[in-house]
Structures are given as structure tokens and as C-alpha cells.
């Protein structure tokens, strides 16, 4: 954070956020559900995390239990 500064730090953050949105908009996942499916998929595959997606297309809550995944 020191070498960018704050004002560049939340330039970057922003910037980032917009890809990802744009890229969730162009899988077809425009609302909060889809997105809320999305995470609980990255989330599983990336971390092992047990998920669970609730919600409907105006309002998504996603429930995480992240443990550490055995990489043996």
C-alpha cells in the first residue's frame, strides 16, 4: 500500500472490480445469484471451502466454511 498510496490502491481495487464484473456479465451471471454461484464455484475448487448459495436473483447470500485443503 506504500509503494502505490491509498489513491492508487483504490484505483487498482475499482479497476479490478469492473473486470470481474464484466467478466461474470459475459458468463450470463447479471444478478446476485449468479454471481453468488460463481464465488461458491472459485471458492470450492480454489480452496476446498463446503459453501452454500441462498437467495434469488435481487438478493444472494453466500455461507462459507473454508478449511485448509491437504495438499499431499
Do not use: C, W
Not at 489513491?7 to 449468479?34: C, F, H, P, V, W
Not at 464465488?39 to 435481487?58: W, Y
Not at 447470500?61 to 491437504?70: F, I, S
Amino acid at each position: 500500500m506504500h509503494l502505490l498510496g491509498p489513491d492508487k490502491l483504490k484505483e487498482y481495487s475499482e479497476m479490478t472490480a469492473q473486470q470481474y464484473a464484466d467478466m461474470l456479465r459475459a458468463q450470463g451471471k447479471d444478478n446476485a445469484i449468479g454471481f453468488a454461484m460463481s464465488e461458491a464455484i472459485v471458492r470450492k475448487n480454489l480452496m476446498g471451502s463446503d459453501v452454500e448459495v441462498e437467495g434469488n436473483p435481487d438478493e444472494a447470500r453466500l455461507n462459507l466454511n473454508t478449511q485448509m485443503r491437504d495438499t499431499e
